[in-house]
């Protein structure tokens, strides 16, 4: 059995690997929380800021150079759905909705200050698994593995701008994808108390769909999106507020070199 869920989690590694991908969500504790068997439900949310790297776009004879993209924020909020395969082993859904919103002032000497801020929340799915290596005493050692992917559209292009030194709107569609995995322990300090954290891998990878707009006529490029940073750490702390049913909230910190996040869980399991 142990051999089984050792494929099962490498599998999944490999699956999240190759579909590199975008941004922050929520962690948890990286160990399996629920038993062989038991569901759970809950809500999430995060906060996060960051730098990206845009590739630059090329419309007709305007070709424009690629750029970090400051100050990128992205809010987020999930329904949880999670199920224990074994007592070490469990895997989640996610179902949400998300905004994002590019701070214009810090972008104004790149071409990115266009795009403008999105309407509408977007719908946000994602799912993860977790799992638990080996437990001494009152500390336990596993992993967290999780993707989401997330369209943002209706982006409100600034009226009014220069693509080139020529008057035109830029209408843009940005798809995320993100992948994150975490290894490290959780110390449960006491019946109601636990604090986790750990080293995670943090990739981004996504496509930006542009459409520059003069008048008359219009243009499209596609162009990539990649992280500024790989590596992060994170900490967390783990409060079970009821035990029947079992009602746990989460609080975490998670960083890397060019951003950070803020999440808080609230998990339901009968």
């Not at 929520?26 to 569901?39: S, T």
């Not at 801020?117 to 946000?124: R, W």
Request: charged share 15%; net charge negative.
């Amino acid at each position: 059995m142990r051999k089984n869920r050792l494929t099962i989690v490498a599998t999944m590694l490999v699956l999240l690997c190759s579909n590199v991908v975008f941004g922050f969500d929520p962690m948890g504790p990286p160990k399996a929380m629920l038993a062989k068997g038991q569901p759970s439900f809950g809500l999430e949310y995060l906060y996060s800021k960051m730098q990206i790297e845009m590739g630059g776009p090329t419309f007709g004879p305007i070709e424009l150079s690629e750029v970090d993209i400051e100050d990128v924020e992205i809010n987020k909020i999930y329904a949880n759905f999670g199920y224990g395969f074994t007592d070490r082993w469990e895997v989640f859904a996610r179902l949400g909705v998300a905004a994002l919103d590019i701070d214009q002032g810090e972008n104004i000497d790149n071409f990115t200050a266009l795009i403008g801020n999105s309407d509408d929340l977007s719908l946000a799915i994602g799912a993860g698994t977790r799992a638990t290596f080996f437990e001494w005493e009152n500390i336990s050692v596993g992993m967290l593995a999780q993707i989401s992917f997330v369209p943002f559209e209706n982006f409100n292009g600034n009226s009014g701008s220069q693509i080139g030194g020529v008057p035109a709107t830029l209408d843009t569609e940005i798809h995320m994808t993100e992948v994150q995995i975490a290894l490290g322990p959780t110390w449960n300090c006491t019946e109601y108390l636990s604090i986790y954290g750990g080293p995670f891998l943090h990739l981004i990878d996504g496509v930006a769909d542009l459409t520059a707009i003069f008048d008359g006529f219009s243009l499209a490029d596609s162009v990539g999106i990649e992280q500024s940073a790989i590596f992060g750490g994170y900490i967390g702390a783990s409060v079970r507020l009821f035990e029947s049913p079992n009602i746990n909230c989460n609080v975490e910190f998670q960083a890397t070199g060019h951003g950070y996040a803020l999440a808080i869980q609230l998990a339901i399991s009968p």
